[in-house]
């Protein structure tokens, strides 16, 4: 019996054809084409198995997908999904775990380096005409030496590390539970309160979940708390920064420079205050993607939608709930 996959983001047909090329037997592919409410509830009628990446997926929407097993994230945040009414309805989610830590890593890297150089500041301007070299927005700095602190230490952040060794500066990283010493001496890191992070980084780099404990944790407060000299690199998610508070503390010039690929909306608006500011590089949640890394990333999402059409549960791993 075929059954049906259904993927809520609106991807390009080219990118479903990919995906339709690494599918198990035994299983269809059907995409969104928009995010509008009433086309996801349509579409969803009839899925048996569900994959989102950055589209919500709520109580009244899985209500409509009334034979559905399996909600599958296509990537590792669940923060967008409405784990209480899954499991009211009997659904499995599931997750990528560790899929993305390279590419995220990467880019996070990425995202420093172009916020301290001001390289983003200088294409852009280039791009409109601009001949600027001496009139740089903020100080352009180099990432050798600093003391770099990592909020969040799963496989992103620890891989995050990893890329910085190079830079002979110090590390410093913040999670719920310390590493063994032998851990933090492997990584060249070492653990520090948040409010010793913000106080001593050059670079403030967030890889943390959005929880109740996370939401809003980047404040004025916590911002007033950081060097005049540093800047904060978000790719962790949107909502653990409180972006008006950090568009007027980029503004006062209370930090130097913020790197944002992750916002409270998504996708966010225009009049979002952060885009208009030269010392912020915005974009627009795509430091997950990697074409070298898309096949591996869905077969090893594809692997647990076809254990569970065969009756087996999904790799410890990636269970959810």
């Known amino acids: 019996m075929t059954r049906k996959i259904v993927v809520l983001d609106p991807i390009t047909p080219q ?14 592919l059907q995409h969104a084409t928009s995010r509008d409410a009433a086309h996801l509830h349509d579409i969803v009628a009839d899925a048996d198995y569900l994959v989102s990446g950055q ?38 989610v599931a997750r990528t775990t560790a899929s993305n830590a390279k590419p995220v890593a990467e880019a996070a890297l990425g995202l420093t380096i172009a916020l301290l150089r001001n390289l983003a500041w200088g294409h852009t301007s280039l791009r409109g005409g601009d001949w600027r070299p001496m009139s740089l927005p903020k100080p352009s700095c ?7 602190g990592i909020i969040g230490f799963g496989a992103i952040g620890q891989n995050f590390a990893r890329l910085l060794r190079p830079f002979g500066g110090r590390i410093l990283y913040n999670k719920t539970r310390q590493l063994e010493a032998a851990e933090e001496a492997e990584l060249g890191v070492s653990f520090a309160s948040l409010q ?6 050059d670079v403030v780099s967030l890889h943390c979940p959005l929880t109740p404990q996370t939401r809003g944790m980047i404040n004025r407060e916590a911002l007033r708390g950081m060097k005049p000299t540093a800047v904060l690199i978000n790719v962790a998610r949107g909502g653990v920064v409180v972006e008006s508070d950090l568009a007027e503390a980029l503004k006062a010039k209370e930090i130097l420079g913020a790197a944002m690929d992750v916002y409270e909306e998504e996708p966010t608006p225009p009049s979002n205050p952060l885009l208009g500011l030269e010392n912020a590089i915005c974009t627009p949640h795509i430091a ?8 591996p990333t869905i077969n090893q999402m594809f692997g647990n939608i076809d254990r569970f059409n065969r009756g087996e549960p999904v790799a410890e791993a990636d269970f959810v709930c």
Do not use: C, Y
């Open 15 to 28: 990118t479903a054809e990919r995906m339709r090329e690494l599918l198990p037997a035994g299983l269809t």
């Open 55 to 92: 589209v919500a997926v709520g109580r009244e929407l899985m209500a409509a997908a009334k034979q559905a097993k399996l909600l599958h994230k296509w990537g590792v945040g669940v923060d967008n999904f409405d784990l209480e009414a899954a499991k009211a309805q009997g659904i499995t």
């Open 142 to 148: 180099s990432l050798f030496g600093k003391t770099v």
């Open 196 to 201: 010793e992070i913000l106080r001593d980084a």
């Open 288 to 295: 997950a993607m990697a074409a070298d890394n898309f096949a």
